[in-house]
């Protein structure tokens, strides 16, 4: 079928190369004209496993062309809309991306076009849109449309996308269901060339979910919203275990082995960040506000998050009670392991206030340094995390990238000032590093020197601690 996806950012680009691999034309705008070239020359503009072959699969094969979005509306007789929906500074999400392309559409598209809300947008948005375009269209435009949106998580979102759980589509027509459904039919029957394993794993074949519009947009905030209510209840259950003496992992085990719970999102640490958690909470509670719902509960996963960075700084300063002058060793910039992506990154709020209370930071990170600098400018990035460990009086770990297990932790010793690791994603093993002689402290497991005592955990009101990590980044 000929497809259109609007929109190459990462659920734009995963979506338009998945959607080619899986055997359609797809045509794959952007409105960028620097990254639009980039694409056009081979050149990625994110780091995302798996895409960059998959991009350049399925260009060489003639089925995936990037150029302007006057093109994909033409084109395209599904339209897939993947433009960015940023938080507004009041926590609404910013449609004014989603009315442009509609706008686009009523005016130069005539005949039949299915047009498809991937981005994350707030319930009703669907009927608006449907409005909007009876509204501007001026060249006969007959469509439908309906919501589909993505579950990618940033770092595996080829994977994602091609082996997914469960396929949700909100359509408000017959036409609409079956248009999807043939899209979607070799995702479901799992018939297409995998380009991620030789041999994939075998699993039950995804759900396909039909329903309206309006529920499928809800499904979307609602499970973000699900899964940082879970990583904040597990940081809360974290900062009870520091003050008792037990061990998280150990509890979030024993959670999880409950099927009603599952082990999922259980991690405790510094934090969820990202493009995605963040501003969709902010949106849902909005969203629940205007139809007059008090959906506290989500408040409170924010604010415990928000919470989070300061913590954690106060376990550092505990150790090296005064901060000012201290060297410190920064792994991990990205928000999470296998992206570059630093937007609303746990890492940066936490880089800036260790930058506030006067320390000197080394930051390494796989992938995002480049797009860590301008957020944080302050600070040295080095080559590799033995250049940044060089004389420091701790190291703190943000990210839990896979490089950092494969350390050769006596020559890392050797280098340091004092052999101090705060981990801040309990990525290593507590015995393993004292028996190297670090002093290793974690999230929520004893440690020799357990805390008695947290001034972070003293004042939760709304009004008081840190900046919300929300405000650190501009849209
Ligand atoms: C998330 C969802 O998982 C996807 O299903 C969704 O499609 C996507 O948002 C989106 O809305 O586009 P993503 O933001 O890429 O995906 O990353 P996650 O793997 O969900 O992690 C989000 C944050 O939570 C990260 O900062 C991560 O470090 C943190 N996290 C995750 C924890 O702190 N603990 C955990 O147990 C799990």
Redesign the pocket.
Known sequence: MKTSVIGAGY?GLTTAACLAQIGHAVFCSESDTDKLSKLQAGIMPVFEPHLENVIALARKSGRLTFGATEEAIEGGQAIFICVGTPPLGNGDADLSAIEGVARAIAKKASGYRLVIEKS?VPVQTGVQLRKHLSVHSNRGLDCDVASNP??????SAVE?FLHPDRIVVGVESGRAAKLLQEIYQPIINQTFACPVHSRCPSRTPPRFLLTDTNSSELI?HA??SF?AM??SF?NMVANLCEMVGADVTKVAEGMGLDPRIGP??????I???????PK?VQAFIRIAEKSACDFGLLREVEKINQHRISHFVSKVREELWVMRGKKIALWGLA??PN?DDVRFA?SIALGRSLLDEGALVSAYDPQATEKARAALPDVHYCADPYEAAQNADAILIATEWEEFQQIDWDRLKKLMERPLIVDGRNMLDPADLTAHGFHYISIGRPTALSRKSDPANDDLQPSAGPKPILQDFPA
């Open positions: 659920v994350t993505e579950f990618l998580r940033e770092g994602d979307k499970s973000n899964l879970k990583i597990i999922a999102f259980l991690n405790p640490g934090g969820f960040g990202g493009f995605c958690f969709d928000f999470k992206t746990p």
